[in-house]
C-alpha cells in the first residue's frame, strides 16, 4: 500500500516507532514544549467526508440511549447520546457495543491505542472499563451550528 499521507502519524501506522512517540512526548509532557500534538492527516478527508455523513444522518435504528451525566458512567453501560436545542447531536460509544460504524470504531480504537502508547500505557488501557472511573470511548459530535 502506498502511502499517500503527509503527517507524522496515520490511520495505517498507529504502531509508530518509539523514535516517533518520543518526540510526540516531548512535546505533550516537557516543559519546553507546547503541552500538545496534533496529528496532521491521521484520516484521508474521504473518510472524514465519511463520518460526517454517516453520524449527520444517523438512522433511528441506531439512536442511542439518552445521555444523563458523566457519573452514570460504568463498565458494560449502553451507549448514548445528547441532542441539543441548536440541533447538534453528541454520541458516545463504548467499545464493548457493537460498533455503529466498522471503520469509525476501528479508527477511534487506534487513535485510543496510540495515546496510550504516547502515555505509557499498555496499548489498551483502560478501554473496557477495568478502572474505576477511566472508561475508554469513542465520540462523535455533530455540529450543525458554529460558535
Known amino acids: 500500500m ?3 499521507y503527509l503527517g507524522l502519524f496515520q490511520y495505517d501506522h498507529f504502531g509508530s516507532s518509539e523514535e516517533k512517540l518520543k518526540k510526540v512526548r516531548n512535546d ?3 516543559t519546553d514544549g507546547p503541552g500538545y500534538y496534533v496529528c496532521r492527516n491521521y ?6 467526508t465519511h463520518m460526517q455523513e454517516l ?3 444517523l438512522p433511528k435504528y441506531f439512536w442511542h440511549e439518552k445521555f444523563i451525566s458523566w457519573e452514570h458512567l460504568y463498565s458494560g453501560c449502553p451507549n448514548f447520546e ?9 454520541f458516545v460509544n463504548f467499545f464493548w457495543n457493537p460498533p455503529v460504524c466498522d471503520p469509525t470504531h476501528a479508527v477511534s480504537l487506534s487513535i485510543a491505542i496510540l495515546r496510550n ?3 505509557q ?3 489498551t488501557a483502560d478501554l473496557f472499563g477495568e478502572r ?3 472508561i475508554g470511548l469513542q465520540s462523535c459530535a455533530d455540529k450543525k451550528s458554529r460558535y
Open 2 to 4: 502506498t502511502n499517500t
Open 28 to 30: 505533550i509532557f516537557h
Open 43 to 48: 484520516l484521508t478527508s474521504e473518510f472524514i
Open 55 to 57: 453520524w449527520s444522518e
Open 82 to 90: 445528547n441532542n441539543f436545542k441548536n440541533g447538534s447531536r453528541f
Open 117 to 119: 502508547r504516547i502515555e
Open 121 to 123: 500505557k499498555a496499548p
Open 132 to 134: 474505576k472511573k477511566r
